[in-house]
Every structure is written in structure tokens, then in C-alpha cells.
């Protein structure tokens, strides 16, 4: 066969202009810094009128971030399919830009002098973890609007990671919502499912914004705790979170905990008013049940504590909000362990929540009674089933290996804090709280405060929130990556100096 | 015989008389218990002689008890025969045997009135007694006595044969013994001991099973030696502590266990018997017929001394930085606790309760390392408990293997032990019990606080009876009792964990599906 020139099957250039440099993880923190730009603009615009120096200062920084990022963004090509670990790495290195600029802000604002406690800050905020190491009800306007803002936006990369960046790198053979029903999807491709995603979350914040106005809550409670609602952060505008509000607030909080928890995909046919794939959504009736089983088994559990309370504990629970109305740690043991299971086993996949994730514990259940009827038969042929579709088993696999990852996570936490000074059941319980985005229990407060920890316990904290908010499985990965890549980097490095030596 | 055989028999020039048909209804799970209650009733019967020989407080007690135990257990011997030997049969022959032998066990502690004092109900001296019998025959060494000085010698002689006859396997023995059982023999020491490696020591599995009975009587008596030779110990307190030593219980005739002697010279005899107990029985086999590099050579055995190792270095590093303990007390309370926990035995050398050996007083680091020793455990094949180390290796790899398939989702990528490929199904086993574990441990403690129990020592307690360790954390520590620590049902739940972390998961869970099928088979028909 003859092989024709070149010219002849060459593509037409369409431009002369130099290709643009492409890098999915510049993409990703210059969006980054374009959002937190807006945020913070938002923040000093509306906190002016409290403290002219911090709003001065957001609005500034706002400004300049918000320019920064978009001029970078521009002179940057977009990739449609970059590799898995390109995206994940991209991800997190985002998310760690972020948490050093906000630890800046903090810094530079004067909330705090010192850098443990502003990073701490920023990463829980960033990862909505609900722990803290300030007084927010001394904080000015804009910077409790910030400090919310941090949650908000960390909800909305959450939702990002597991909407639109895991099915793009499992290519569509993730748990989330690939079960239930056919029809037009949330995510037919990256840029319309980070569209939809972005303004079902605007209009949740805005829903939920309106509904705490309405419950009586003033212009800044009910900013802060939609921002911190939608995101399932659980920052609260008071010291003591929910305690001073009453059931109106409560009774919002609790519906928008219940929906913040829920699967953007399971919100978008919601939306479309298709009733028949959210029936047969095995994940959405475990999360239900989950929530209604907890609710009770609290309130028969705690004493003096109804059930609207139990309900309001059992959804901050699951959906990983971290929202208190009183100081639960000083309940019953029993009550602490069933709130735990709840806080481990997390929200569902595709939302602002992390921990396990009901679709990942109820796969795993289902893998374990398999594994126990294979016992006695060793041949039999058992499909696992969610939403009536069967899950494969490389999928299974995956499952099985990230349960194992988060568990070694958890007891890695736990070790770090117990060697920072913190008891036994303290170190395990808090572990598995920040692991799973949650933030308060035994070893802080019900509060989330961090003041009864060491200032080394509060730092070994921030990797594991991180964790947290990538999902495990993603950020080693991400981890993995990065290392070869830096192994790619020296093994060339070290093959340019041998030539070099050579010559 | 009825007719139609009998003509059958008759033209096939076969034996028509009646004594020449196997004898006994066919159940072999009937079977099977009567044999191992009747290797139960001997060890009753021994206690029972050194009980007269000695304090005579429970020997009456402890006659009556080898006469009901050996009395059932040659009954139903004898008035049964092996039936079929499907995989549910097994399971229930096992988990049926083991619950079985733990309640006849419990007799002579009831019998004897170990726990009549302080106004204690029948009920909860039923509960107690359950409770010891099956802490013993699961080699996990909790215990819910605390009156040890006011019982007989014999009586807690038969406590530490408990922990013996566990050690290796009630089922074992009965394998090792009767050829019939040999049909389905190595199913019956695999759903006993169901870990990863069920090794043939032998082409037979009587042999086979044999083999392991015969090095686990000679170990057996190398610590009674070992522990004569050195001061301290009497002749009973060997034959006592060898019994519980080889099995990794961990009972003890005395209330402070191996602190009773303040002795390093003894504490170092016992941890070289608990590292020996700890390892798989097949290395020692073979190191037996001069094959000494085995333990070399097998890297489950490497990973378990390595992760002791570090283990003990950590809880040493925290011992004497973080709490104070003078260099040599860190090494000696350290390495010893961590032996002993790690192989699962639970031996303390505190004495008394605000002694340094109360590894519940120690930093949080150390227990937080001493808590993941009680989840890992040990080997298989060995008397030890725990998930075994062998498994970790494997789901390591596994959630390695997990990441990499993301990065290259189509490449062959075998999970590994050593330098041997594991196969997929059995991936998915381990997989699959450690997903069961973690949700026996989740339920367990939630169980044991609804319960009345404190949250550290549910955790503790529910880990440690799935692992068979013995002590707990906070107030079910090394130097407390569990009846303080645990209310009546509570102490209930943790002997059937026991039972369930001893047989590692299935036998227990699934001994009910073969009655259930026989009732819904005679139901259909």
C-alpha cells in the first residue's frame, strides 16, 4: 500500500495562532479562585455597612481574584477528556489553593493571629466540616459571611466531585444515580452537568434562604445558615448553633438538611416530575429509611428528647451537617454509638454530604450476604441489585477497596489524635466525624469547637478533611498520581544530567 | 432391615444380620457433638481427680459434671452415625458443637457455685457461668469471676483445659480421631478454623489432623518444662499456664494473671509460648522435619513479627516519653502487653490495679495501637484470634489493586500474598468477611451501649470478644472483671461474640440454614 504525502492527510491548520497551553489542574484552581473572588466580593459588599475595614479589604480581594482567574482562565485550553488522575490531582490541588488563601484571609483580616487555627478554619471550611476554632457571634458581618461563603463553595466542589469528575473518570459506571431510569440525564457531558448542578444549587441557596426569612431568622442567620444548609457545612452565625432558634427555623433546617443530603440526581428527576425512577431508587428509600429509623431509635433511645429533636439530630446526622440544638454528647452512650453509625454512613452519593455514602453501605451489605450464601454454595451465581439494575463486579471491587481505605483512614485519624492527647473514644469518634465532613461529637463539642484540642491535634485534622471532601478513593488516587508524575519528572531529570555528564 | 433390602442383601450374597447394618440415626451433627462432649467429659474427669487431690471444694460438683457431659456425649456417640456431609451440614455439625459444648461446659462453674456470692440470682450465675465457659472453650480469656482465691484447684484446672480444648479445636480432635468423620473431614476443619490457608499437613485428613494435635500436646509440654526450670511457678501453676499459653486464652489461676509472680524471667517464658502459639501450625510442621527456613520463607510470618515489632516500639516510644514509665519498665510493660495482645492471648502483668502493666491507664496513642493489634490478631492456622494477618495482607492488596484498576482499567492486575497469586473468590471471601466483622462490630457495641455498657469498654469488649483477646478498655481492662463492667445481657451478647470471632463468622451465622432447609424440605414434600 502507498502511503500518501503528508500534506494530504494532515488537517487543515484553522488558525496561526499558538495552541494554548492545556492543563486540567490550572483550569481547576483558576476556577477555583474565580468563585472564591465572587464570594468574597459578595461577602465585603454586603457586610458594609458592619465593619468598613474587613469589607474594604474582601471587596478588594474579590475583585483582584476575580479578574486574576478569568484572565488565566482565558489564555487556557479546556481538554473534554483529560486523564483520571489529571482530573482528581486538579481537584485537590483547587482545594488546597483554596485553603491556603483563605488561611491568608483570615490572617490578614486579624479573625485570628495565629496560622494553626487559620488553617483549620479554612479547611473546614472548604471540606464543610463543622468545626471550628472561632466564636463566629464575634465575628464582623463580612467575615461570617466569608466563613460561610468558604462552606458554600466547598459544598458546591463537593457535589462537582461526585456529579460531574467521578462518573467523567469511572465513565458512567459509578453508583450514582446511573441506576435510576432512563430519559435525559443530569450529566450528559461535563459542561451541562456543571452548569445544571451550579444553578440547582443557586436556586436550593436561595429556597432555603427565603425559608429561614420566613421562620423568623434575620437578614445575616439566614444567609449564613442557607449558605451552610445547602452546602451541609453547618457553620452557624451562633457559637451554640441551633439552640436559640426556635422550631420554625428547626423545622426549615431539618427540610433542607433532608434535601442538601439527597442525590443531585435524585433532585433532578424530582424536578422533572419523573416519580417512577425515584421509586425505584434503591439509594433514596436506604436514605429514608435511615432517616426515619434514626429519628426514632433516638427518641426512644435519649431521655427527654422528642422526636422532632431526635428527627432534627438523626438528618444533621446522616446528611453530615453537623447543626446541634443542644449538647448531645452528654446523652446516652447507646444514642452516641446509633448517631455515629449514622454520621459514618453519610449521605447519599452525588450530593453536598460525604461519610461512607448510603449506596456504597447498602452495595457492601448486599456483598456481604452474598459472600455468606456463597458459603454454602460456592458455585451459586448472586447479582447484587440496586434500583433493579445489577451492579458489576468491577464496581463491586472498587466499592469493597474504598471501604477498606476509609476504615484505614479512620483508624489512622484516630491514632494521630489519640498520640495528640486525645482519649481513646474522643480520638476514634472524632476521627470518624471529620473523615466523614461532619465535624462535632465526642473529643470536641457537640458545637464542633476545637478548643479542648491540642493545637497538633487540630492540625492532624486538615488532611483528613481533605479526604473527606474528595472521597477517599479519588484523592489517593489523586495522591498516586501526582507521585508518578513527580517520578516521570525525576527519572527525566535524572536522564538529562546523565547525558549532559555523558557529553 | 425390611424386606425388600433384606431380599437384595440375600442376592447379593451380602450379611442379613442386624449387627452388620451401621448403627445409629444418621446425623452428623449429633454425631459430631457426641464425640467432642465425650473428649470434654475426660478433661472434667481429670479436673476432677486434682480437685480430690488437692483443696476438695468442688469435687462433687465437678463428678457430676463429667457424668452429665460424658453420659450425653456417649449417648448420642454411640446412638448416632454420620449422615450426609453437604457444606450446611457442616456448618451446623460445627456451630451446633461449639454452642453445645459451651453450655454442657458451664455446668461444672454452675454446679460448683463459683459465682454464689454478694446475693448474685440463679440467673445471673447461669449467665456468668455461660459466660466463662465460652470465654474458655473460645480461647478468649475475658472472665467474670472475681473471687479466685475461694475456688476449688481442680475446678480452675478445668478452666484452663477449656482454653486448651478450644485452642485447637473440639473439631479437630474428633477429626484426628474417628476415620468415618474423614468424609468431609477437612470441610469440618476448614468451617471450624475457615481461614485462609486450611494447609494439609498429610494426604489424609485424619492424618492431617492428627499431626496438629500431636505438635500442640508436645508444645504443650515444652512450657510446662520451660515454665518448671524457671522460679516461680509451681508444678500446677505450669501444667495451669501451659494450657493457656499454647491456646492463646489466656486464663490464668489467679486474679492478676501472670503479674501474680513479678517476674521477668516467667513473663519472657510465656511471651516465647504465646509467639510460638500465635504461628501457623503447618511452619512449625515443617520446621519439625528440618525445614527451618519455613519461617523465613512465608511472608505472613514476617509481616506478623514486623508488625509486632512496631507495634512494640510505638507503645514503648509512648510509654516512657508520653507517661514517664523508667526505660526498662516501658520495655517490659510494652513488649509484653503487645505480645501478648497481639497474639491474642491477653495474659496482663499488672499488679493491681493502678500498676503500669494496666495498659488502660496508658496513653491514648499506646491503646489506640493495642486496640488495632486486637483487631488484626494474629496467623492462620494458629490458636490466635483476630481478623489474622494473612487477610490484612490480602485486602492491602486488594485496595491497592483497587486504585491502579482506575488508572489502567484493563489490566490484569492480581491480587498477591508473597509471590503467589490469590484467586479471585477468595478475594471476595475475605472481602466479604471483614465487611461482615465490621458490621458485627458496628452492632455489637451499639448492642453492648443500649445495654448499659460505658462506650470505651463496648468497643473494646465488642473487638475483643469478636478477636478473642480477653481484657477490654476502660473498665473492662486487664485488671477488672466483666460482670462489674457488663450488665446480665450484655455479658450474654458477648459470649455468643465469642463464640462467632472463634469460628470465625460463618459456622455461627449460618448453623441455623441446615435445620431451616430440613424444615422446609419436609414442608414442601
Request: with cysteine; hydrophobic share 50%; aromatic share 8%.
Amino acid at each position: 500500500m502507498t502511503k500518501r504525502p503528508k500534506s494530504e492527510t494532515a488537517l487543515p491548520r484553522l488558525s496561526q495562532e499558538r495552541a494554548r497551553p492545556s492543563s486540567y489542574a490550572r483550569l481547576a484552581v483558576t476556577d477555583g479562585i474565580v468563585a472564591l473572588g465572587v464570594i468574597a466580593a459578595f461577602s465585603g459588599l454586603a457586610g458594609a455597612f458592619d465593619d468598613s475595614g474587613d469589607a474594604l479589604f474582601l471587596g478588594g480581594f474579590g475583585v483582584v481574584a476575580t479578574t486574576f482567574g478569568v484572565a488565566a482562565h482565558r489564555r487556557l485550553d479546556r481538554r473534554l477528556r483529560p486523564a483520571p488522575g489529571r482530573v482528581l490531582s486538579g481537584l485537590a490541588l483547587s482545594w488546597l489553593i483554596l485553603v491556603v488563601i483563605g488561611m491568608g484571609i483570615y490572617l490578614a483580616t486579624g479573625t485570628t493571629d495565629r496560622v494553626d487555627n487559620a488553617l483549620v478554619e479554612s479547611a473546614a471550611g472548604f471540606s464543610t466540616t463543622s468545626v471550628t476554632t472561632l466564636d463566629p457571634s464575634t465575628l464582623p458581618v463580612p467575615m461570617q459571611l466569608f466563613r460561610a461563603g468558604t462552606q458554600w463553595l466547598g459544598g458546591l466542589i463537593g457535589i462537582i466531585v461526585g456529579v460531574v469528575a467521578l462518573p467523567l473518570v469511572f465513565r458512567g459506571s459509578m453508583l450514582t444515580g446511573a441506576a435510576i431510569g432512563s430519559g435525559e440525564r443530569l450529566n450528559p457531558n461535563a459542561t451541562i452537568a456543571q452548569q445544571r448542578v451550579s444553578k440547582i444549587y443557586l436556586v436550593f441557596t436561595l429556597l432555603m434562604f427565603g425559608g429561614y426569612v420566613a421562620s423568623g431568622l434575620g437578614a445575616l442567620d439566614s444567609i449564613v445558615h442557607a449558605f451552610t444548609t445547602v452546602s451541609t457545612g453547618g457553620f452557624s452565625s451562633h457559637a451554640d448553633s441551633f439552640v436559640g432558634f426556635g422550631s420554625g427555623a428547626r423545622t426549615v433546617a431539618v427540610v433542607g438538611m433532608t434535601v442538601a443530603g439527597s442525590s443531585y440526581f435524585v433532585i433532578w428527576w424530582a424536578l422533572r416530575g419523573r416519580i417512577a425512577p425515584l421509586w425505584r431508587s434503591t439509594e433514596l428509600r436506604v436514605y429514608v429509611g435511615l432517616l426515619a429509623a434514626g429519628s426514632v431509635l433516638v427518641a426512644l433511645s435519649a431521655d427527654g428528647v422528642g422526636l422532632g429533636e431526635a428527627a432534627f439530630m438523626a438528618t444533621s446526622a446522616l446528611s453530615t451537617t453537623g447543626y446541634a440544638i443542644g449538647d448531645w454528647t452528654l446523652l446516652d452512650d447507646s444514642v452516641l454509638m446509633l448517631l455515629l453509625i449514622l454520621i459514618g454512613t453519610g449521605s447519599m452519593s452525588g450530593s453536598a454530604g460525604g461519610g461512607l455514602r448510603v449506596a456504597r453501605a447498602w452495595t457492601l451489605v448486599g456483598f456481604a450476604r452474598r459472600e455468606l450464601r456463597r458459603q454454602l454454595d460456592p458455585h451459586s451465581v448472586a447479582v447484587i441489585k440496586q434500583g433493579g439494575a445489577a451492579i458489576g463486579e468491577p464496581v463491586l471491587e472498587r466499592t469493597t477497596g474504598y471501604q477498606i481505605a476509609h476504615l484505614g483512614l479512620s483508624g489512622l485519624a484516630a491514632f494521630l489524635l489519640a498520640a495528640a492527647d486525645v482519649d481513646v473514644v474522643g480520638a476514634i469518634y472524632t476521627g470518624i466525624s471529620v473523615l466523614s465532613t461532619h465535624g462535632p461529637g465526642v473529643g470536641t463539642d457537640a458545637f464542633g469547637n476545637l478548643e479542648p484540642l491540642s493545637p497538633l491535634a487540630r492540625l492532624f485534622l486538615t488532611p483528613f478533611m481533605l479526604a473527606g471532601r474528595l472521597t477517599i478513593l479519588p484523592l489517593l488516587l489523586a495522591v498516586s498520581f501526582a507521585f508518578r508524575v513527580e517520578k516521570g519528572a525525576i527519572r527525566r531529570a535524572r536522564r538529562i544530567i546523565t547525558r549532559a555528564i555523558r557529553r | 432391615m425390611n424386606r425388600r433390602l433384606r431380599q437384595r442383601a440375600i442376592d447379593l450374597g451380602q450379611s442379613t444380620r442386624l449387627s452388620d447394618e451401621p448403627r445409629g440415626i444418621p446425623n452428623t451433627t449429633l454425631h459430631v457433638m457426641g464425640i467432642a462432649l465425650t473428649f470434654v467429659s475426660v478433661g472434667m474427669g481429670l479436673s476432677t481427680i486434682v480437685e480430690v487431690l488437692s483443696t476438695s471444694k468442688a469435687e462433687y460438683a465437678l463428678l457430676i459434671s463429667t457424668l452429665i457431659c460424658g453420659g450425653l456425649g456417649v449417648s448420642l456417640w454411640r446412638g448416632t452415625r454420620v449422615g450426609t456431609v453437604r457444606t450446611r451440614d457442616v456448618f451446623a455439625a460445627v456451630g451446633w458443637t461449639w454452642l453445645i459444648v459451651t453450655l454442657v461446659g458451664a455446668v461444672p462453674f454452675l454446679l460448683a457455685g463459683s459465682f454464689a456470692f454478694g446475693g448474685m440470682d440463679l440467673g445471673e450465675q447461669i449467665v456468668n457461668s455461660i459466660f466463662e465457659s465460652a470465654s474458655g472453650f473460645s480461647c478468649t480469656g475475658s472472665t467474670a469471676l472475681t473471687n479466685f482465691e475461694e475456688q476449688g484447684r481442680g475446678l480452675m484446672m478445668y478452666r484452663q483445659a477449656t482454653q486448651w480444648y478450644g485452642g485447637m479445636g473440639i473439631v479437630v480432635l474428633a477429626v484426628s480421631v474417628l476415620p468415618f468423620l474423614g468424609v468431609g473431614g477437612l470441610d469440618l476443619i476448614a468451617a471450624e478454623a475457615p481461614g485462609p490457608s486450611s494447609d494439609r499437613l498429610a494426604p489424609r485428613v485424619s492424618e492431617t489432623a492428627r499431626h496438629l494435635w500431636v505438635i500442640y500436646v508436645l508444645f504443650t509440654m515444652v512450657v510446662v518444662l520451660v515454665l518448671m526450670a524457671v522460679p516461680g511457678p509451681s508444678l500446677y501453676d505450669s501444667i495451669a499456664h501451659a494450657l493457656s499459653t499454647t491456646s492463646t486464652g489466656g486464663f490464668s489461676p489467679y486474679g492478676d494473671s501472670i503479674g501474680h509472680y513479678d517476674s521477668v524471667a516467667v513473663e519472657i517464658a510465656i511471651m516465647a509460648g504465646m509467639l510460638y502459639g500465635a504461628v501457623n501450625f503447618s511452619l512449625h510442621w515443617r520446621a519439625a522435619r528440618g525445614e527451618l527456613s519455613a519461617y523465613r520463607k512465608d511472608s505472613e510470618f514476617r509481616a506478623f513479627i514486623g508488625m509486632l515489632l512496631v507495634a512494640g516500639m510505638i507503645v514503648i516510644g509512648f510509654l516512657w516519653l508520653d507517661d514517664g514509665f523508667s526505660i526498662t519498665n516501658a520495655i517490659r510493660y510494652g513488649a509484653f502487653n503487645v505480645v501478648a495482645l497481639g497474639t491474642s492471648t491477653g495474659y496482663s502483668n499488672a499488679q493491681g490495679t493502678t500498676s503500669e502493666g494496666d495498659f488502660v491507664l496508658w496513653a491514648s496513642g499506646a491503646q489506640i495501637v493495642i486496640l488495632f493489634l486486637f483487631v488484626v490478631g494474629a496467623s492462620t492456622g494458629s490458636t490466635a484470634g483476630g481478623i489474622k494477618v494473612m487477610r490484612v495482607q490480602v485486602l492491602c492488596s486488594h485496595t491497592i489493586r483497587s486504585i491502579r484498576r482506575t488508572q489502567q482499567p484493563r489490566a490484569v492486575l492480581p491480587v498477591k500474598h508473597g509471590s503467589r497469586a490469590v484467586a479471585e473468590d477468595i478475594v471476595s471471601r475475605m472481602a466479604g468477611f471483614f465487611l461482615l466483622y465490621a458490621l458485627l462490630v458496628a452492632f455489637g457495641v451499639l448492642l453492648l451501649t443500649g445495654l448499659g455498657g460505658d462506650l470505651d469498654a463496648s468497643i473494646g469488649a465488642t473487638i475483643g470478644a469478636l478477636g478473642n483477646m480477653g481484657p477490654a478498655l476502660g473498665e473492662a481492662g486487664p485488671t477488672a472483671s466483666f460482670s462489674d463492667a457488663f450488665p446480665e445481657p450484655a455479658r450474654v451478647v458477648l459470649s455468643a461474640y465469642m463464640l462467632i470471632g472463634r469460628l470465625e463468622i460463618f459456622p455461627m451465622l449460618l448453623m441455623f440454614a441446615a435445620p431451616l432447609r430440613a424444615i422446609g424440605d419436609r414442608t414442601r414434600r
